[in-house]
């Protein structure tokens, strides 16, 4: 049995190195497949390089990726320190890994300089042969992408309360910065007049917009608010979702948390909140009572006060396990978090109200004042 599976552990081995769609090139071969009418990207690495060990499964991505195109680009690895080394002499490989870029006629190759990230790796090699990879691009961002053209539209809208990031590609804390970017604008998706966007400052036809702003380091994130277009504010806060959050809030006039929800006070009144905590605590004939004062008030106070009502009629008519029952449903929604964002609104303002029927915490000074009172 223990023969078995070891000789199956081998074939399933040998099986795994054949199958790679990295071509191996050696001084042998590699005349007939670079420069002979398609180009190819090659790495020039050492079994001992650490570095090389790390870029490994990336490149075999890679190799993956622009597997359906071997008649149109190479993707391919020379061992420049064991039988390739000849090689690595030849076209002045000095570390590793260094991967080069030849041309489909065999001119000079290109020294590759870029990030050795899949993402990186495949547009160049799209951008340099014109073959697209079989990577399936990823969804557009939360954020909006703005350039020269549609810059002004958007972060200059008298209307709208802009916050931009001048980023680049390249920018090591940008990079860092972008995960954190994508879940504030998540966040505030629900908000129309709160916009969250990003400018590739580094991009060519970006320039202006960068020179204009004085962007000088990157990530550089600026405040455009609805009522001063012509002096943005600088960001200059921790780039954490929370102090994002806390920074639009109060610039925005918004009251988002963390996650995207409405923060707990929204949709409460105060003049209901009070009947509400009363109602709860008292006995189905004084619930009467405060329904109907409650119907009154609420005719002064329009649509926001429609809610508060409802729960009322819901208890005084029989459902006392109501409120428990709707508060654990309306919970259970708000954690699983299915529904469109305007929707989560709708059932958090709900969840805010239904919170409003339960009895008011006493205070210390209150407490105090009874046991006073009680020793008198």
Not at 302 to 307: L, Q, T
Request: some cysteine; glycine content about 8%.
């Amino acid at each position: 049995m223990r023969l078995s599976f070891a000789l199956f552990a081998t074939v399933l081995s040998v099986g795994s190195a054949f199958a790679s769609n990295v071509l191996e090139l050696t001084p042998d071969n590699f005349d007939e497949h670079v420069g002979k009418g398609k180009p190819a990207l090659v790495e020039f690495f050492a079994p001992w390089c650490g570095h090389c060990k790390n870029l490994a499964p990336v490149y075999e991505q890679l190799a993956d990726a622009f597997a359906h195109a071997k008649d149109k680009v190479v993707i391919a690895k020379v061992d420049a320190d064991g039988v390739g080394k000849p090689l690595g002499q030849k076209y002045g490989v000095t570390g590793f890994p260094t991967l080069k870029w030849f041309d489909a006629d065999g001119g000079e190759p290109e020294k590759y300089e870029g990030g050795r990230d899949l993402e990186a790796l495949a547009n160049f090699v799209t951008t340099k042969s014109g073959v697209k990879s079989s990577i399936k691009p990823p969804p557009p961002p939360a954020y909006q992408i703005l350039d020269i053209h549609t810059f002004d539209e958007v972060a200059l809208n008298p209307e709208k309360d802009v916050i931009v990031a001048f980023t680049a590609p390249w920018c090591g804390h940008c990079k860092r910065l972008k995960p954190i970017y994508e879940e504030v604008a998540k966040d505030f998706s629900s908000e129309s007049n709160c916009v969250v966007a990003n400018v590739d400052a580094d991009a060519k036809n970006n320039k202006p917009l960068a020179e204009k702003y004085g962007i000088g380091s990157l990530p550089t994130i600026k405040f455009f608010p609805k009522g001063n277009k012509d002096e943005p504010i600088d960001y200059d806060g921790a780039r954490t979702e929370e102090a994002f959050v806390e920074f639009l809030n109060e610039k925005c006039g918004t009251r988002r948390t963390v996650g995207g929800l409405l923060d707990d006070s929204v949709g409460r009144l105060e003049q209901l909140d009070k009947l509400a905590s009363k109602f709860y605590e008292e006995t189905a004939a004084t619930r009467q009572e405060l329904l109907k004062e409650a119907t009154e008030l609420a005719a002064t106070l329009g649509d926001a006060a429609k809610h508060y009502l409802r729960v009322m009629e819901k208890v005084v008519n029989g459902s006392e396990e109501y409120l428990e029952k709707e508060s654990n449903r309306l919970a259970t929604i708000l954690q699983k978090r299915t529904l469109s964002p305007g929707k989560l609104d709708e059932i958090k303002i709900k969840a805010n109200i239904l919170g409003a029927f339960r009895p008011v915490p006493k205070t210390e000074s209150t407490e105090e004042a009874e046991v006073k009172h009680e020793e008198l």
